[in-house]
């Protein structure tokens, strides 16, 4: 079955810096990769998605993502983090015979200042 | 905005109720999904419907139920609720079937007494 790794819980970087959120994917046939961000008490927006061709993808909000089949990965990744940007990310692979997207446990980010 | 509209924002009950919660999917989409997000089971994929008809289910207790109606608006059902049910409760909509990306409402927060 198809599973999503986010291995940090909790990320803490100053505005400014550079940001990048790890995803391990774990699907046999090559998956469609997506990127949600969640703002307290908001619901879930779609920062980028992979489906194939060029693997890095852009996003928005100055958000992009590479997908590596050879790490099984699909990490994201900005260049300068704004304050704006402390929020829950999500990362999920939709498999290519169903429906549902498979969520990863989510990497809460704070930004301090 | 994403153009899914849920319905409660917030709902509060007490155990052995029931509830019905609303989604209107975007405009044109035909694919609904409902996911549940709690604390302990982080988020999980409940049931899909496609132009009416059920198509996909995932961890859906037998205690809820959900249809899609010919406006392709859907309802999810929760009935004899129990406080591990207090969750927020997110609809998602997709233009067709299948590898489609999904976009997501901005949820109904359930909580039990």
């Known amino acids: 079955a198809q599973s999503v790794t986010q291995p940090d819980i909790h990320i803490t970087v100053s505005e400014g810096a550079s940001l990048e959120l790890r995803c391990n994917y774990s699907?046999?046939?090559?998956?469609?990769l997506f990127w949600y961000v969640q703002s307290p008490g908001q619901g879930l927006q779609l920062l980028l998605k992979?489906?194939?061709?060029?693997?890095l993808v852009q996003g928005i909000k100055g958000f992009e993502a590479e997908f590596k089949r050879s790490q099984s990965s699909f990490n994201l990744r900005k260049p300068s983090v704004h304050w704006s940007d402390a929020a829950e990310y999500f990362c999920?692979?939709?498999?290519?015979?169903?429906?549902?997207?498979?969520f990863g446990t989510g990497t809460r980010l704070q930004v301090t200042l | 905005d994403s153009g899914v509209t849920q319905t409660p924002k917030h709902l509060i009950t007490a155990t052995g109720q029931r509830v019905t919660l609303r989604c209107s999917p975007r405009?044109?989409?035909?694919?609904v999904y409902w996911y549940q997000q709690s604390l302990d089971q982080g988020l999980q994929f409940l049931i899909q419907?496609?132009?009416?008809?059920?198509?996909a289910k995932g961890n859906i207790l037998e205690r809820f139920s959900a249809q899609q109606f010919p406006d392709l608006h859907s309802e999810l059902n929760l009935s004899s609720l129990e406080l591990g049910d207090s969750a927020l409760y997110f609809c998602?909509?997709?233009?067709?079937?299948?590898?489609?990306?999904?976009?997501f409402g901005p949820g109904t927060r359930l909580l039990v007494l």
């Open positions: 419907y496609y132009n009416g008809e059920e198509r």
């Open positions: 405009s044109g989409d035909l694919s």
């Open positions: 999920a692979v939709l498999t290519g015979t169903a429906s549902k997207l498979t």
């Open positions: 992979y489906f194939s061709g060029d693997t």
């Open positions: 699907y046999g046939a090559t998956p469609y």
């Open positions: 998602a909509s997709s233009a067709s079937l299948d590898q489609e990306t999904q976009y």
